[in-house]
C-alpha cells in the first residue's frame, strides 16, 4: 500500500519533543524486555486506521498492571515527556500517533476479567480486554455487553473515545454505559471515579469527564460496565429500497413511532456492492436497512410486523429474515467488514472516514445533499450509517500520493460536517475528535468551550503529556 499523507502537510505546529536517553534507560532498568525501542515495534505502535503519518514514538513499554502504567507514566512525567495509550490500533481519528513524540504505554496484556457480578448486571475489567473477549466469558451468565463499534477494539480504548455503534439506538453508547473508572493520571497517581451503584450524586462526575478524553487527561487502567439480559428472541432482517432517501424516511418513522429496534444500520448500493464481492454474499445491490430485533418471541414479531409495514409504505422490498445465529452473524460479520471491503475495492488507497451525528428528525435533510455532493464530486465513497441514532459514515476513497483527491475529500468532509453543524447537529457521533477534527470542534462547541476544555487540560495534566496534540491545540 502507497505511504499515507505525512501529517506534517495537515498540522503545520506538530513538533517533537527530545526523549531523553536517560528516561530510555529507566525505562529498560523496570521493564527489561517490556520495554522495546526496536523500530517495527515503535512503528506498529505509531499508527493506526486513519490516512495521517507521523514519527513513530521512541518506545513502547508492555504494561501489564495498573503499577506498571504508573510507573511509567511518572517517569515519563520527570523528564516532561509525552505518553500515548494503546489498545489494539484501530482508531481512525489519530489518536495513536506520536505527534509530538514521547513513548506509547501498550495496555493490550492488562487483558483480565477481573470481576462479574451477574446479580448487579455490572463487570469489571482491565483496559485491554476487548468487546469479544467480555462477551465470551459472560455468555455462561446469561448476560452480554451491547456496545458494539465494529471493530474488535479494547474497552479501554471505547471508554476514551465513548465510543458507540450499532446497538446504540437501544442501549446507548459507552457514555450510558460506564459505571467506574480506575485512572492513572499525569502524575502517575491513580484515582478511582464512581462505583457500582447504578446512580450518584456525590461531587463531580469525574467518570463522564475521563469517557471521552480520548488518553488526554489519563490513562485507564480498569472499566466497571453495565451488563444486559440476553434477548430471549432475537431476529435480523434485510430491506433494500428504492433510494436512500426512502431507507432513511423509513428509519425516522420507526424511530419516531417508538419502535424499540435494536440495530437498524444503512447501507448505500456502493457499499452493498463491494461487501458482495468481499463476503462473497448476494445481497440485491440497493439501498439496504441491516435491522435487528431483541425481546420476547412474542415482542419481535411484533416489532418486525411493524417495521415492515412501514417499510413497504415507502418503498421497502424483498425484506429476508436471518433467524440462526449463523445467519445473523454472517450478515453483521459483513456490515463490520464494510471499511475493509471498501479499501480493497481500490487498491493501494486510503480511507478518510466521516462521523457526523444529527437529530434523527434531520438525518434526512443532511444526508440527501451529502449524497449528491459525494456524487458529484468523483471521487469513489462508501456510506454505512447506524441511522436509528442519526449518526453515518462516508469513507471517501483517496490515492494517497494524490493531493487532488485529498484536497476533494476534505472538501467534501468540511461541507458535510457544516451542514451537520447547522442541523444542531455534531462533528463526531463516535470516533472522536483525535488530530482530524480539531478545528470543527471549536466550530462545534464555541471557542468559550474549547477553552474551558484547554482550563482542564491544564489543571489536570500541568506539563501536557498525557497523548497531547489530541482534541484541541494548548498554545504557550
Known sequence: MNAPTPLTRLVPEIHQREVPAALIAALKTHFGERCSTALVVREQHGRDESSFQAPPPAA????????DVALAVALAAEHAVPVIPFGVGSSLE???????GGISIDVSRMNKVLHIHAEDLTVTVQPGVTRKQLNEEIKSTGLFFPIDPGADASLGGMAATRASGTNAVRYGTMRENVLALEVVTANGSVIRTGTRARKSSAGYDLTRLFVGSEGTLGVITEVTLRLYPLPEAISAAVCSFPSIEAAVRSTIQIIQLGIPIARVELIDANTVRMVNAHSKLGLREEPMLLMEFHGSPTGVKEQAEQVQDIASEHGGNAF??????????????????????????????????????????RLADCLIDSVAEADASGLPYFLVGHVGDGNFHFGYLLDPNDPRERATAEALNHKLVARALALEGTCTGEHGVGLHKMGFLVDEAGVGAVDMMRTLKRALDPGNIM???????MPG
Request: proline fraction near 6%.
Open 320 to 361: 429476508e429474515w436471518a433467524s440462526t445465529p449463523e445467519e445473523r452473524t454472517r450478515l453483521w460479520t459483513a456490515r463490520h467488514n464494510a471499511y475493509f471491503a471498501a479499501v480493497q475495492s481500490r487498491p493501494g488507497c486510503r480511507a478518510i472516514s466521516t462521523d457526523t451525528c444529527v437529530p434523527i428528525s
Open 467 to 473: 497523548n497531547p496534540g489530541k482534541i484541541f491545540s
Open 60 to 67: 513502547v513499554v508492555f504494561a501489564e498492571s495498573t503499577a
Open 94 to 100: 489519530g489518536h495513536l500517533l506520536a505527534v509530538q
